[in-house]
């Protein structure tokens, strides 16, 4: 397993299109991935549940990842995170 904190710095924070951008990417690992944030854990490959965290600017979250590819999984959504979600 393999987990890595970071606080939300784009303006809206989980919104949206974030929620999308990030569902994408976590859809391209085969890990089992979770998104946490104020004591709430979703499945990080679902839109309605990272929706659902109301995660804002400002938060915490964590993202845990289990599986063959759990290390480049979390690297990758930390780094989308710090990218403020632009896709490459």
Do not use: P
Not at 13 to 24: N, Q
Not at 60 to 81: H, M, P, R
């Amino acid at each position: 397993m393999k987990q890595d904190t970071i606080v939300l710095k784009n303006e809206e924070g989980l919104h949206a299109r974030a929620a999308a951008t990030f569902v994408r990417a976590a859809n391209r690992f085969t890990a089992d991935i979770t998104l946490t944030a104020h004591g709430d854990k979703v499945n990080g490959k679902s839109i309605i549940g990272i929706m659902s965290l109301g995660a804002f600017s400002g938060e915490e979250v964590t993202i845990c990842a289990e599986g063959a590819d759990e290390e480049e999984a979390v690297n990758t959504l930390i780094n989308l995170i710090k990218e403020d979600f632009k896709e490459d």
